[in-house]
């Protein structure tokens, strides 16, 4: 199988319509470009360990550049596309 497309920040399984994870997917932007995807177990399960406390999309995005950015570190050059 391919690259998943709109991957969840946390756990990387595509959220794109269609897919499992679309239906309570949740979609953030920043820097007015870049979109981050988190599905709707990941939502669960953060808002779970802060106690019932709601992400804000400011969190969300705060999340998602710090996951991108380790899972960037983590692969390395040509490593893209592994899951
Ligand atoms: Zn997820």
């Known amino acids: 199988m391919g690259t998943e497309k709109d991957p969840c920040a946390e756990c990387g399984r595509g959220t794109a319509a ?30 779970a360990a802060r106690q019932g406390e709601p992400l804000s999309d400011d969190e969300v995005r705060r999340r998602i550049d710090s996951g991108v950015a380790a899972m960037a570190w983590a692969s390395g050059p040509g490593a893209q596309g592994q899951v």
Do not use: P
């Not at 932007?29 to 599905?39: H, T, V």
């Open 18 to 47: 269609g897919t499992m994870g679309f239906s309570d997917r949740r979609v953030v932007e920043w820097d007015g470009a870049a979109r981050g995807f988190l599905c709707g177990e990941c939502q669960a399960a953060i808002v």
